[in-house]
Structures are given as structure tokens and as C-alpha cells.
């Protein structure tokens, strides 16, 4: 499976959709970017004047790229026939430490924890475009394809 085919089986759409590109997937963790649009409509709120990337966006965008991708790639290398993804987050724990802008690229990198009984624990950072660490945290969720009893 090549990184389009993970992209294309993520159970996401715009503009619920937190990446834009898989830059590295391996057995060990992920690699991917993606940019928060000038246009999205969450920024029109959240701050009125000066807007700010909401953190649940970024902690978002951490899950899609080092959870959600990973974890499809990790099925994929046990054979399991990915169709009709059933995801759920079961724990975040992030710390935010810059904001992200309208416009700005960030670079997700995973690291897996665990991975045994479809729930999937990793460790999650976020660079933005200077590569200064914008967030991090550990994220785990329960991954499986659809007839994977």
C-alpha cells in the first residue's frame, strides 16, 4: 500500500480533513504535513481579530497523521483488508507550546508506543515551518476494518 492508498482509505473529508501529504510510514511511527487554510471557517471566531489554530484542530491533525495513518498502515502489513474504518479516539494528553496562523504548514511526526488488540498508543509531535515544536503529546484509539472481529 503507497501513501496515496492510506490517504485515500482515511475515513475523512473536507474540511475534516488534516492532511495534506505522507512524507514517511514505517512499522515504527509517521511523517506528514499539512496546512491550516486562510479560508477555513473556524478562523472568522477563534480570536476575534487575531486569529489562532484551535488546539483540538492541532491535536486533530496530530491523530489524523500520527494515529489514523499509522494505524492504517499497520493493518495493512497484517494483511487485514481495509474497508469501512471504525476509529475512536480513547485518550489525548497534548501540550501546546506556540500558535499555528492561517496559512501555516506544520509537520506531524508519530512515534508508536504500542500496537496489540486494534488500540494503537503513540507519541506525537508538531514543527511548525522553522521547525520549532508547536505541540506534543501522547494520543491513543482503537483502529479496526470493517469484518476484523
Aim: charged residues 20%; hydrophobic residues 40%; aromatic residues 12%.
Amino acid at each position: 500500500m503507497n501513501f496515496q492508498d492510506i490517504l485515500a482509505n482515511l475515513p475523512y473529508a473536507k474540511p475534516f480533513l488534516f492532511v495534506d501529504e505522507l512524507v514517511d510510514l514505517n512499522e515504527e511511527g509517521a511523517e506528514g504535513l499539512f496546512t491550516f487554510r486562510k479560508n477555513s471557517d473556524f478562523y472568522q471566531g477563534h480570536f476575534k481579530g487575531h486569529p489562532v489554530t484551535p488546539g483540538v484542530l492541532l491535536t486533530e491533525c496530530c491523530a489524523q497523521i500520527g494515529l489514523v495513518c499509522l494505524g492504517i498502515y499497520l493493518l495493512q502489513q497484517q494483511q487485514v483488508f481495509i474497508s469501512g474504518l471504525q476509529i475512536g479516539m480513547s485518550s489525548s494528553e497534548m501540550d501546546f507550546l506556540l500558535p499555528v496562523y492561517p496559512g501555516e504548514r506544520v509537520r506531524v511526526i508519530s512515534e508508536k508506543s504500542y500496537f496489540r488488540f486494534n488500540k494503537l498508543k503513540c507519541k506525537v509531535k508538531m514543527y511548525n515551518e522553522s521547525g520549532a515544536l508547536v505541540c506534543k503529546g501522547v494520543l491513543s484509539g482503537m483502529i479496526k476494518a470493517m469484518g476484523d472481529e
